[in-house]
């Protein structure tokens, strides 16, 4: 081969080596941008002219039939037996009463894809079934993945991985026969005081929970589920749980408007599909007493449909909640639905009751048979928009091979260490300098009993410190060897105190007891490197204020307390900012970074 051949061969070498590396260059850059631009593209646009498909199918469909559309019963999944009285009724409630959808709660991944083809095989019209799962399909599916909670988002403000978390929890959502997630939350939760939303929320900052919203909202719909905002108008403010009485929000409409709807605003604008109702008193708009936003025409169809053109689907909060039962026949509850404008009528206590009594009143004129069909309308599109009327069963063999998946673990640990928040650290102690020479001792207070997480941290704690022993209090109960003058721990170099306070729905509980309290604040005495983590509720500052090193992790998910223990180890940086205000030395946007 001669010299100049040899020359040509490199030099072409060169030029097909810098097309190639062009090549990729430009794909990369066309992936980075469509990365960035994901989050502002492909919303769904609501004003589509009605197909001749559903134009037909409603036309086929009797006036009890259009209404039964509106019904969303509830199912569990767990454990069922499709022989049993139970699948008998949930069956009968698609062949009979012909209900347009279902809500599951607790069962295993092969539960829910079992179930829902079964109900869907007994159905006529595609069923149209959802659930909660604000974090990760786990807070109902034992076996799906989990996620870290809102405000864990919120103190960690990536709308990307918020983004990406959307897009798995849609991907595990459809899996399992599922359809439309009530979630997110769009509240803002700026109520320290608030017995339900809490953690649930993004944070207290309207823009924080439009931001984090907006991305979720996203996700899930990029991927194929319905994502439903809530608690519209907004439960945020309340310090009454709507499970055990009516809540009421008096508040101008200057503020709701500057706080409160600011995200809903923000999730219409975006394309959400669906928006939940709260059961909640909104006295500015609704003046009758004891009228609940979701059962409100003025809050309903005024506010929401009308003036902020949500043209979406309208669902409420379950109707078995105390704020409505109160003060309302299932029978009453029907009818008030459908007069404010509700599409979906979520968990009626009884579904042929409520068929009965819309029926009638369309019957007797106080309904009109157009404002059924718009309903009926709204949620056969969806339907056909979603594919189910061809594809409305779910491939069930060995589901649970593709959730909670490596990758869905590993991204909510990324979120849970970009959250971790370092509050307080004021002998500049953290992250701890001796966890190999020195000897630490954790006190966990928990009185939530099996609920907590604590087994996990008890688990996990060796592999960050050498030398730990473990001390547990409860809300009757003590380790006896924490009474009295603590002597037991005089011969340990660091005291981690980690509280599992959270609060949980029907309990109107977001603290913890006065004798735990006090053993925080004694524990300080000690002299000891002493170090509070809230994996819970972040407002617990307040109540032992002087503790000289505080940490919220938001919620006790594995990926949360595993966060905690590498932060404070050094293994990754405190990066997490409050998303609310805990005092006045405390306020929503501060940190300590390090």
């Not at 983590?533 to 109540?543: A, D, R, V």
Request: hydrophobic share 40%; proline share 4%; aromatic share 6%.
């Amino acid at each position: 081969m001669n010299l100049k051949y040899l020359k040509m061969k490199i030099l072409a070498g060169i030029v097909l080596l810098a097309i190639i590396t062009f090549t990729l260059i430009t794909i990369n850059k066309a992936e980075k941008i469509k990365s960035e631009n994901s989050l502002n593209d492909n919303k769904i646009e609501w004003q589509q002219p009605q197909g001749e498909f559903v134009k037909k199918k409603l036309s086929e469909m009797t006036l009890r039939e259009k209404i039964a559309q509106m019904i969303v019963a509830n199912a569990v999944p767990e454990n069922f037996n499709e022989s049993s009285a139970e699948v008998k009724k949930l069956k009968k409630l698609c062949t009979d009463t012909k209900v347009g959808g279902f809500i599951f709660f607790k069962g295993s991944s092969s539960d829910y894809a079992r179930l829902s083809n079964i109900l869907q095989s007994n159905s006529d019209v595609p069923l149209l079934i959802g659930s909660d799962f604000e974090r990760g399909t786990r807070m109902r599916v034992t076996d799906g993945a989990l996620f870290p909670t809102n405000m864990a988002i919120g103190a960690a403000d990536n709308k990307e991985l918020c983004y990406k978390m959307g897009l798995e929890i849609a991907r595990e959502t459809r899996l399992l026969g599922i359809h439309q997630n009530y979630s997110p939350v769009c509240d803002v939760n700026n109520n320290p005081n608030n017995p339900i939303i809490n953690v649930r929320s993004f944070g207290e900052d309207p823009q924080l929970v439009s931001r984090m919203s907006e991305a979720m909202i996203k996700g899930l719909q990029d991927g194929k589920v319905i994502a439903t905002a809530k608690h519209f108008p907004g439960h945020g403010d309340t310090d009454i749980d709507s499970h055990n009485d009516l809540p009421q929000l008096n508040f101008t409409m200057d503020r709701m408007n500057s706080v409160e709807l600011v995200p809903f605003k923000n999730a219409i604008d975006k394309g959400v599909m669906s928006v939940m109702i709260a059961h909640l008193a909104f006295p500015e708009l609704e003046s009758q007493p004891n009228i609940p936003a979701s059962l409100s025409p003025a809050i309903v169809q005024d506010l929401l449909i009308d003036k902020m053109n949500f043209k979406g689907l309208v669902v409420t909060d379950a109707l078995n909640m105390k704020g409505i039962t109160k003060y309302f026949s299932t029978s009453e509850v029907a009818v008030m639905c459908v007069n404010a404008g509700i599409d979906l009528i979520l968990m009626p206590i009884d579904e042929v009751k409520s068929i009965d009594a819309i029926e009638s009143a369309v019957k007797s004129g106080q309904i009109s048979e157009e404002r059924i069909n718009r309903s009926a309308e709204k949620i056969l599109k969806v339907k056909e928009l979603l594919g189910l009327f061809q594809h409305k069963e779910v491939q069930e063999a060995d589901v649970y091979k593709s959730v909670n998946t490596t990758e869905a673990n590993d991204l909510a640990q990324q979120i849970a260490d970009e959250s971790i928040t370092l509050v307080k650290d004021d002998n500049n102690i953290l992250p701890f300098k001796n966890i190999t020479d020195g000897k630490t001792a954790f006190v966990i207070i928990s009185e939530g009993g099996d609920l907590d997480n604590t087994g996990y941290l008890k688990t996990l704690a060796p592999d960050y410190f050498k030398e730990s022993t473990f001390y547990t209090a409860t809300s009757s109960a003590m380790d006896s060897e924490l009474k009295g003058s603590l002597s037991s721990l005089s011969g340990y170099d660091n005291i981690v105190v980690a509280i599992y306070a959270k609060v949980r729905y029907g309990t109107g509980k977001i603290s913890v007891s006065s004798a735990n309290i006090d053993l925080v604040n004694r524990l300080k005495e000690t002299g000891k490197n002493l170090a509070v983590i809230s994996f819970g509720n972040p407002y617990l500052l307040k109540e032992f204020p002087t503790t000289p090193s505080y940490i919220c992790a938001y919620g006790d998910s594995d990926f949360s307390i595993k966060a905690a223990l590498k932060a404070i180890t050094g293994a990754v940086k405190f990066k997490g900012r409050l998303p609310v205000t805990i005092s006045e030395d405390h306020k929503f946007g501060t940190s300590i970074i390090k």
